[in-house]
């Protein structure tokens, strides 16, 4: 099955970092292209089951403990949903303005598919 990061444009993939070396397994973005990330997942029909917030020490990503989710309804259609979290999680990073600082980059969990029970973060 192709990683639902993979079906992003080639601009979002080359841009973000993967966080394996470090024992996690997350793919990032800095905190700056998140949104755009995020307009294009809402095109795929994906959701937005939550996110990490890391912050850029060098070569190291160090988490914040800053974090969010978004849980479906119980008679939420998945394309409600995936519409829905897309943009709590928009909600999120913009009320929060640190969050637009250099070096601030976003992990998120994600699915296009709830019924597999497998979430995506990477």
């Not at 639902?4 to 080639?10: A, D, N, V």
């Not at 755009?36 to 070569?59: F, M, N, P």
């Not at 800053?66 to 709590?88: G, I, L, N, T």
């Amino acid at each position: 099955m192709k990683h639902i990061f993979e079906r992003l444009p080639e601009e979002f993939r080359q841009n973000s970092r993967t966080l394996t070396q470090q024992g996690v397994e997350d793919i990032v973005w800095p905190a700056a292209s998140i949104v755009d990330v995020l307009k294009a997942l809402g095109t795929l029909c994906v959701a937005v089951l939550g996110g990490d917030v890391y912050e850029r020490r060098g070569d190291w990503f160090e988490p914040t403990y800053d974090s969010w989710h978004c849980d479906r309804a119980v008679s939420e259609s998945f394309q409600v949903y995936s519409q829905r979290s897309v943009m709590e999680a928009l909600r999120y990073i913009n009320a929060h303005a640190r969050l637009r600082d250099a070096g601030m980059f976003i992990g998120l969990v994600v699915t296009d598919d709830l019924a597999s029970g497998f979430p995506e973060s990477v």
